[in-house]
């Protein structure tokens, strides 16, 4: 695609519930970022892929938090159990080989807005 | 891991102005920074980057500079237009990952 493009755009949850959010990333960037941010605040990382490797995981606040990449493509964010701490925008974002480390852009998506009530 | 200081958070101009956003980051292996520009209720987008070998980067008007010994980077809004209000973001890639470390951010506001 032209773009990295998350689903759905908005969300609204129980709290309890569990949400997943995708994201499907410019088409030939194998990595492939999560990023979170809270209203009015910065982005804060949550997990990284690239290609084949284990992903970086380190960011993930919680065990509720997890993502997965099929294929080396698309891949899904899941919260579970959500809490109201959880309403932030959780932003994709995508970059070619190696992603910034050797200083590529990384370029994000229009995000998915999560609302916990 | 890295750690990315951005200063002010906010910052008003008169149009016409110059604007300067200051980084700071803490490890020495940092090899790329980037500079993102977000509007309200939008995607983050790069505007500028430079990368750890180059002191400083132009383009139209907006600028990077970099030191390396000091561990700071600067961005550098020339002749500010109503259009520039945003929040500015600095990132930081530490040498030994691959992950962007932001800073907090800058709330620009150009004022007519």
């Known amino acids: 695609g032209a773009g990295v493009s998350q689903s759905p755009s908005n969300k609204v949850t129980e709290k309890g519930k569990d949400v997943e959010l995708r994201c499907d990333p410019i088409?030939?960037?194998?990595?492939l970022y999560w990023y979170r941010q809270s209203l009015g605040q910065g982005l804060e990382f949550l997990i990284y892929?690239?290609?084949?490797?284990?992903?970086?995981k380190s960011g993930l606040p919680s065990d509720r938090f997890s993502a997965e990449r099929t294929g080396g493509s698309v891949s899904t964010l899941t919260i579970q159990r959500t809490q109201q701490e959880d309403s932030a925008v959780y932003l994709c974002?995508?970059?070619?080989?190696?992603?910034?480390?050797?200083?590529?852009?990384?370029?994000f998506g229009e995000g998915s807005w999560l609302t916990v009530v | 891991g890295e750690n990315v200081e951005q200063h002010p958070s906010t910052l008003s101009v008169q149009e016409g102005d110059s604007a300067v956003i200051k980084c700071t980051y803490s490890?020495?292996?940092?090899?790329?920074f980037p500079w993102y520009k977000q509007e309200l209720g939008k995607r983050p987008q790069l505007i500028i980057d430079?990368?750890?070998?180059?002191g400083e980067k132009k383009d139209q008007r907006i600028a990077v500079t970099l030191n390396k010994t000091a561990k700071h980077f600067s961005l550098h809004i020339t002749e500010t237009q109503p259009e520039d209000s945003a929040v500015y973001f600095c990132?930081?890639?530490?040498?030994?990952?691959?992950?962007?470390?932001f800073g907090t951010g800058t709330q620009l506001k150009v004022e007519l």
């Open positions: 974002a995508s970059s070619p080989h190696q992603g910034a480390k050797i200083g590529n852009t990384i370029y």
């Open positions: 088409s030939g960037h194998t990595a």
């Open positions: 892929f690239q290609g084949n490797s284990a992903p970086d």
């Open positions: 490890d020495s292996a940092s090899n790329y």
């Open positions: 430079i990368r750890s070998n180059v």
């Open positions: 990132a930081a890639v530490g040498g030994g990952g691959n992950k962007l470390t």
